[in-house]
Protein backbone atom coordinates (compact mmCIF):
# COMPACT_ATOMS: atom_id res chain seq x y z
CA UNK A 1 0.00 0.00 0.00
CA UNK A 2 1.53 3.44 -0.91
CA UNK A 3 0.14 6.98 0.22
CA UNK A 4 0.32 9.60 -1.65
CA UNK A 5 1.02 13.44 -0.38
CA UNK A 6 -2.53 14.29 -1.43
CA UNK A 7 -3.87 11.39 0.88
CA UNK A 8 -4.59 9.00 -1.76
CA UNK A 9 -4.15 5.09 -1.18
CA UNK A 10 -2.99 2.66 -4.03
CA UNK A 11 -2.42 -1.31 -3.61
CA UNK A 12 -1.02 -3.89 -5.44
CA UNK A 13 -0.11 -7.45 -4.30
CA UNK A 14 -2.69 -10.47 -2.75
CA UNK A 15 -6.30 -9.72 -2.18
CA UNK A 16 -7.20 -12.98 -0.86
CA UNK A 17 -8.86 -11.40 2.16
CA UNK A 18 -9.71 -8.04 0.45
CA UNK A 19 -7.02 -6.07 2.06
CA UNK A 20 -6.76 -4.13 -0.98
CA UNK A 21 -9.95 -2.43 -0.72
CA UNK A 22 -10.37 -2.78 -4.30
CA UNK A 23 -11.79 -5.60 -6.68
CA UNK A 24 -9.55 -3.83 -10.06
CA UNK A 25 -6.36 -6.47 -10.93
CA UNK A 26 -4.23 -6.62 -7.86
CA UNK A 27 -1.33 -7.32 -10.09
CA UNK A 28 -1.62 -3.78 -10.83
CA UNK A 29 -1.35 -0.41 -8.62
CA UNK A 30 -4.17 0.91 -8.17
CA UNK A 31 -5.95 3.82 -6.18
CA UNK A 32 -8.70 3.06 -3.63
CA UNK A 33 -11.69 4.87 -5.33
CA UNK A 34 -12.70 7.23 -2.19
CA UNK A 35 -13.86 10.39 -1.26
CA UNK A 36 -11.68 10.24 2.08
CA UNK A 37 -8.57 11.82 2.02
CA UNK A 38 -6.08 9.95 4.62
CA UNK A 39 -2.55 10.93 6.71
CA UNK A 40 -1.25 7.12 7.35
CA UNK A 41 -1.79 4.05 6.25
CA UNK A 42 -0.86 0.69 8.29
CA UNK A 43 -0.59 -2.73 6.71
CA UNK A 44 -1.31 -6.16 8.97
CA UNK A 45 -0.48 -9.80 7.94
CA UNK A 46 -4.01 -9.69 5.67
CA UNK A 47 -5.82 -6.59 6.62
CA UNK A 48 -5.13 -2.86 6.13
CA UNK A 49 -5.81 0.54 8.47
CA UNK A 50 -6.10 4.01 6.99
CA UNK A 51 -6.41 6.96 8.99
CA UNK A 52 -7.96 9.98 7.64
CA UNK A 53 -7.66 13.55 7.93
CA UNK A 54 -10.11 13.74 10.26
CA UNK A 55 -9.45 11.37 12.97
CA UNK A 56 -11.44 8.64 11.41
CA UNK A 57 -9.94 5.13 11.15
CA UNK A 58 -10.83 2.91 7.91
CA UNK A 59 -10.05 -0.59 7.38
CA UNK A 60 -10.29 -3.82 5.12
CA UNK A 61 -9.74 -7.24 5.03
CA UNK A 62 -9.62 -9.95 7.11
CA UNK A 63 -11.73 -10.01 10.42
CA UNK A 64 -11.27 -14.05 11.42
CA UNK A 65 -9.66 -12.51 15.02
CA UNK A 66 -12.43 -8.90 14.81
CA UNK A 67 -9.46 -6.91 13.94
CA UNK A 68 -11.73 -4.61 12.08
CA UNK A 69 -14.30 -4.91 14.89
CA UNK A 70 -17.54 -6.42 15.02
CA UNK A 71 -18.99 -5.58 11.62
CA UNK A 72 -18.51 -8.83 9.67
CA UNK A 73 -16.63 -10.44 12.31
CA UNK A 74 -15.15 -13.64 11.14
CA UNK A 75 -15.82 -12.40 7.79
CA UNK A 76 -13.85 -10.41 5.02
CA UNK A 77 -14.12 -6.64 4.86
CA UNK A 78 -13.51 -6.34 0.84
CA UNK A 79 -14.28 -2.75 0.49
CA UNK A 80 -13.35 0.57 2.71
CA UNK A 81 -14.95 0.36 6.16
CA UNK A 82 -14.98 3.00 9.20
CA UNK A 83 -14.63 1.48 12.18
CA UNK A 84 -13.03 3.65 14.71
CA UNK A 85 -13.41 7.96 15.17
CA UNK A 86 -10.98 10.18 17.21
CA UNK A 87 -7.94 8.32 16.31
CA UNK A 88 -4.34 9.95 15.77
CA UNK A 89 -2.42 7.04 15.26
CA UNK A 90 -2.75 3.54 13.99
CA UNK A 91 -0.90 0.42 13.36
CA UNK A 92 -1.74 -2.92 12.49
CA UNK A 93 -0.18 -6.74 13.19
CA UNK A 94 -0.63 -9.54 12.39
CA UNK A 95 -4.13 -9.96 12.84
CA UNK A 96 -4.36 -7.21 15.71
CA UNK A 97 -5.12 -3.13 15.15
CA UNK A 98 -4.08 -0.47 17.13
CA UNK A 99 -5.39 2.76 17.87
CA UNK A 100 -4.35 6.15 19.65
CA UNK A 101 -7.23 8.37 20.23
CA UNK A 102 -6.61 12.23 20.50
CA UNK A 103 -6.77 11.86 24.65
CA UNK A 104 -3.78 9.47 24.92
CA UNK A 105 -6.21 6.20 24.58
CA UNK A 106 -4.52 3.41 23.50
CA UNK A 107 -7.07 0.51 22.29
CA UNK A 108 -6.47 -2.43 20.58
CA UNK A 109 -8.72 -4.89 18.67
CA UNK A 110 -7.66 -8.49 16.59
CA UNK A 111 -6.15 -11.96 17.90
CA UNK A 112 -4.69 -11.94 21.44
CA UNK A 113 -3.80 -15.39 21.73
CA UNK A 114 -1.18 -16.01 24.10
CA UNK A 115 -2.10 -12.61 25.85
CA UNK A 116 0.55 -10.73 23.18
CA UNK A 117 -2.24 -7.98 24.03
CA UNK A 118 -3.27 -7.88 27.26
CA UNK A 119 -3.71 -10.67 29.59
CA UNK A 120 -6.80 -9.34 30.77
CA UNK A 121 -8.18 -8.86 27.23
CA UNK A 122 -10.43 -12.12 25.81
CA UNK A 123 -8.61 -14.48 23.14
CA UNK A 124 -10.50 -12.18 20.43
CA UNK A 125 -11.10 -8.55 20.98
CA UNK A 126 -13.60 -7.71 18.77
CA UNK A 127 -14.32 -4.25 20.56
CA UNK A 128 -12.30 -1.50 21.04
CA UNK A 129 -10.21 -2.39 24.35
CA UNK A 130 -8.37 0.04 26.17
CA UNK A 131 -4.81 -0.75 27.34
CA UNK A 132 -3.46 2.47 28.14
CA UNK A 133 -4.45 6.35 28.94
CA UNK A 134 -1.62 8.10 28.44
CA UNK A 135 -0.26 7.20 24.58
CA UNK A 136 1.03 9.48 22.14
CA UNK A 137 2.19 6.79 19.03
CA UNK A 138 1.79 2.96 18.53
CA UNK A 139 3.93 0.29 16.71
CA UNK A 140 3.09 -2.86 15.70
CA UNK A 141 4.56 -6.37 14.84
CA UNK A 142 3.82 -9.85 14.24
CA UNK A 143 3.01 -11.01 17.86
CA UNK A 144 4.45 -8.00 19.64
CA UNK A 145 3.61 -3.80 19.94
CA UNK A 146 5.13 -0.89 21.35
CA UNK A 147 3.61 1.94 21.82
CA UNK A 148 5.64 5.98 23.15
CA UNK A 149 3.97 7.72 26.30
CA UNK A 150 2.86 11.24 26.55
CA UNK A 151 6.08 11.28 28.74
CA UNK A 152 8.07 10.08 26.04
CA UNK A 153 8.41 6.22 28.19
CA UNK A 154 8.26 3.69 25.54
CA UNK A 155 6.19 0.41 26.23
CA UNK A 156 6.74 -3.47 24.85
CA UNK A 157 3.57 -5.83 25.25
CA UNK A 158 3.49 -8.98 22.89
CA UNK A 159 4.49 -12.44 22.34
CA UNK A 160 7.70 -12.19 24.35
CA UNK A 161 9.28 -12.23 27.49
CA UNK A 162 11.05 -8.65 27.76
CA UNK A 163 14.08 -10.27 29.91
CA UNK A 164 15.23 -12.44 27.27
CA UNK A 165 12.70 -12.13 24.33
CA UNK A 166 11.88 -15.75 24.12
CA UNK A 167 9.08 -16.60 22.21
CA UNK A 168 5.80 -17.64 23.66
CA UNK A 169 6.61 -15.87 27.37
CA UNK A 170 4.04 -13.13 27.40
CA UNK A 171 3.37 -11.43 30.24
CA UNK A 172 0.71 -9.70 28.99
CA UNK A 173 1.10 -6.61 30.61
CA UNK A 174 2.89 -3.12 29.35
CA UNK A 175 6.72 -3.45 30.33
CA UNK A 176 8.39 -0.28 30.12
CA UNK A 177 11.44 -1.03 28.27
CA UNK A 178 13.06 2.65 28.15
CA UNK A 179 12.91 6.18 28.71
Not at 57 to 74: E, F, P, R
Request: proline content about 1%; charged content about 15%; hydrophobic content about 35%.
Amino acid sequence: AVLTDNGDVYTIGSNLAGQLGRTSDETVLAKIETSVKFKKIAVGLDHLLLLAENGDVYGCGNNAYGQLGTKNYTGMVTTITKIATGAVDIAAGRRHTLCVTSDGGLYALGDNRWSKISSSAPEVIKEPYKLASDASSVYAGQHNSLYISTSGVLYYFGWRDTSTFTAGNSNGKMNKIAN
